[in-house]
């Protein structure tokens, strides 16, 4: 009796023991588990953090950063910028050396802004360089105040040349196309030939096309050469040049205002049809027109119901 009281316990024991084994198996894998898996995502982090750091490492660079408002035009000294540390994945070279050396600025640099090479200039400008409007260039739509261009000439028979190259446009206004552009002694002439250019050769005009990136493009080669009779003509008759400037700044507003006449018309045409659909296509005559808006006016005034 006693035996089988023994055998019975053991055998419970066994009952009870082997899934206390099992999931203490299975506790002890999913740990095992676990402790791997985690142990992988942490080397994971680790390798994207220190390649994060070692990009940043090679984005730091060193550059003069504003510390107030600086308007184009304006001299800039040491006590208006900072040398700082900053992340950028631009190069160094692009970046201006302010120093014990004064800059002028090109364009309005606003408080925090990294100063590059293409924003400033050095304050020795050459005595020659001079500041002159003009309103003889076919302007892109696209373009904004200290956009840099180059000035191109074409001509009817599809050559086309590079006049000016990266030059900044100030004191634009796309109304009335009008820019200022500052121009040593050798673009002055260029310019000066290929406005008479223009005047002369019917079919030819002066335009720009912008820089994408100016701070990293470098500036286009010069390919326009003047000819013999263009700058002996310039100096026989110095009032040529203005003729010329006359003619090509009226020609551009009478292109610019017929544009505008032109969206005016398709706007109202556009506003008239919405209004009065039924006389689209219809080649109704202008007398015919006006009857039909006042009619359909009265037929307005009569849907109305007054109520009392």
């Not at 142990?39 to 490492?57: G, H, M, Q, R």
């Not at 009817?156 to 002694?185: F, H, M, Q």
């Not at 005047?199 to 000819?227: F, H, N, R, W």
């Not at 026989?236 to 551009?252: G, T």
């Amino acid at each position: 009796m006693a035996y089988k009281t023994y055998k019975g316990k053991r055998r419970r024991a066994l009952l009870f023991g082997a899934p206390a084994f099992i999931l203490v198996l299975f506790a002890g894998i999913t740990i095992v588990k676990q402790t791997n898996y985690v142990k992988e995502l942490k080397e994971v982090y680790e390798a994207k953090t220190n390649e994060l750091e070692d990009l940043k490492t090679k984005q730091v660079k060193f550059a003069y950063v504003t510390n107030q408002d600086i308007k184009a035009g304006e001299r800039i000294d040491s006590t208006q910028v900072s040398y700082d540390s900053i992340y950028s994945s631009m190069e160094e070279p692009l970046f201006a050396s302010i120093g014990e050396e004064y800059k002028i600025a090109l364009v309005d640099i606003p408080t925090g802004t990294q100063i590059l090479n293409s924003m400033v200039a050095p304050e020795e400008i050459d005595p020659a360089v001079r500041e002159e409007e003009f309103n003889v260039f076919y302007l892109s739509k696209n373009l904004a105040e200290f956009d840099v261009v180059d000035i191109r000439i074409f001509y009817p028979n599809g050559e086309n040349y590079i006049v000016l190259s990266k030059k900044i446009l100030k004191g634009l206004n796309l109304e009335t196309a009008n820019c200022r552009l500052w121009l040593d002694e050798q673009e002055t002439l260029l310019l000066s030939s290929a406005i008479v250019d223009a005047y002369l050769i019917p079919g030819t005009y002066l335009y720009t096309t912008k820089y994408v990136e100016s701070s990293i493009q470098d500036a286009s080669t010069v390919t326009y050469m003047p000819s013999k009779e263009t700058i002996d003509l310039i100096a026989k008759s110095p009032n040529i040049l203005e003729q010329a400037k006359m003619s090509l700044s009226k020609e551009i507003r009478e292109d610019i205002e017929s544009r505008n006449d032109q969206f005016m018309k398709e706007e109202g045409k556009e506003k008239a049809i919405e209004a009065f659909p039924e006389f689209v296509n219809q080649g109704i005559t202008k007398k015919e027109e006006n009857e039909a808006v006042i009619t359909h006016d009265a037929k307005e005034e009569e849907e109305i119901i007054y109520v009392d």
